[in-house]
């Protein structure tokens, strides 16, 4: 009868273990930054054209050529295709998510050896596929076939220009954020007028003004009266005023 291998549930080294989780969260964090800042092009394409720049692999332009000319849309190689950097983001944020799942099962004690196993495995293979398309082949160009990308095996110093640039700009951004002459005297007097408002009673601000004004010509309009008058009642009103001798006669027949 077929029996199941027996399989400990305990680990051999614990401290080990903690230790080797401890650089595993050091590197998930790590890559989950650097993917993310990639994420969606930052430095893929200015690689391949520093690539095709000194002739290592095919250029990214040919995409740009084939639109113009309306010809077949080559196929872009897995090492410089947007595919890449999102399995790359996708895998990173993987295995962070399961890094943390992992800190609470071990500190439950169900972080089994088994289940770590496995998990280890499926997680080894997805970085196995990251790291070959990091370093694929491009043979897209005949006339500049690569087998390997260019910044694997030569060296950075082709990227010099394209690092010079990035630099300048960086330079540029730290003196725009150094105020000029003119922009410190404007703040200057800004702040000096906001000191200023500050130390005058409420009743000097502008807004005390507004309120001041809005009062005044409230009270300077006289309420209307709460009966109503129609054209007929007004007419009537008149008449009263214009008749003494009515008001007479109605105060005799009273008498």
Same mark, same amino acid.
């Given at each position: 009868?077929?029996?199941?291998? %027996?399989?400990?549930?305990?680990?051999?080294?614990?401290?080990?273990?903690?230790?080797?989780?401890?650089?595993?969260?050091?590197?998930?964090?790590?890559?989950?930054?650097?993917?993310?800042?990639?994420?969606?092009?930052?430095?893929?394409?200015?690689?391949? %054209?520093?690539?095709?720049?000194?002739?290592?692999?095919?250029?990214?332009?040919?995409?740009?050529?084939?639109?113009?000319?309306? +010809?077949?849309?080559?196929?872009?190689?897995?090492?410089?295709?947007?595919?890449?950097?999102?399995?790359?983001?996708?895998?990173?944020?993987?295995?962070?998510?399961?890094?943390?799942?992992?800190?609470?099962?071990?500190?439950?004690?169900?972080?089994?050896?088994?289940?770590?196993?496995?998990?280890?495995?499926?997680?080894?293979?997805?970085?196995?596929?990251?790291?070959?398309? %990091?370093?694929?082949?491009?043979?897209?160009?005949?006339?500049?076939?690569?087998?390997?990308?260019?910044?694997?095996?030569?060296?950075?110093?082709?990227?010099?220009?394209?690092?010079?640039?990035?630099?300048?700009?960086?330079?540029?951004?730290?003196?725009?954020?150094?105020?000029?002459?003119?922009? +410190?005297?404007?703040?200057?007097?800004?702040?000096?007028?906001? %000191?200023?408002?500050?130390?005058?009673?409420?009743?000097?601000?502008?807004?005390?003004?507004?309120?001041?004004?809005?009062?005044?010509?409230?009270?300077?309009?006289?309420?209307?009266?709460?009966?109503?008058?129609?054209? +007929?009642?007004?007419?009537?009103?008149?008449?009263?005023?214009?008749?003494?001798?009515?008001?007479?006669?109605?105060?005799? +027949?009273?008498?």
């Amino acid at each position: 009868m077929f029996k199941l291998p %027996q399989v400990s549930s305990k680990w051999k080294w614990p401290k080990f273990v903690l230790a080797l989780m401890v650089v595993e969260l050091g590197g998930a964090i790590a890559a989950l930054a650097l993917f993310g800042i990639a994420e969606p092009d930052l430095y893929r394409t200015k690689l391949w %054209q520093v690539g095709a720049d000194n002739g290592f692999n095919s250029s990214p332009k040919t995409i740009l050529y084939a639109y113009a000319n309306y +010809r077949k849309i080559p196929s872009i190689p897995f090492v410089w295709s947007h595919t890449l950097t999102e399995y790359n983001v996708a895998i990173s944020v993987l295995c962070t998510f399961i890094m943390i799942v992992k800190w609470v099962m071990y500190a439950l004690h169900i972080w089994y050896p088994l289940l770590a196993t496995v998990t280890n495995i499926i997680i080894t293979v997805l970085w196995i596929v990251s790291v070959y398309g %990091q370093a694929g082949p491009d043979h897209s160009d005949p006339k500049h076939p690569s087998s390997t990308a260019w910044y694997i095996n030569k060296s950075c110093s082709y990227a010099k220009p394209a690092g010079v640039l990035f630099l300048v700009n960086t330079i540029q951004g730290i003196w725009s954020m150094i105020p000029s002459a003119s922009e +410190r005297a404007l703040s200057k007097i800004e702040i000096d007028d906001m %000191q200023s408002s500050k130390g005058k009673g409420a009743s000097d601000s502008p807004a005390s003004d507004y309120y001041r004004e809005q009062n005044w010509e409230m009270k300077s309009h006289p309420k209307a009266s709460s009966t109503p008058y129609t054209p +007929r009642t007004l007419a009537f009103n008149t008449l009263d005023r214009q008749l003494p001798l009515r008001a007479e006669n109605h105060g005799a +027949r009273f008498a």
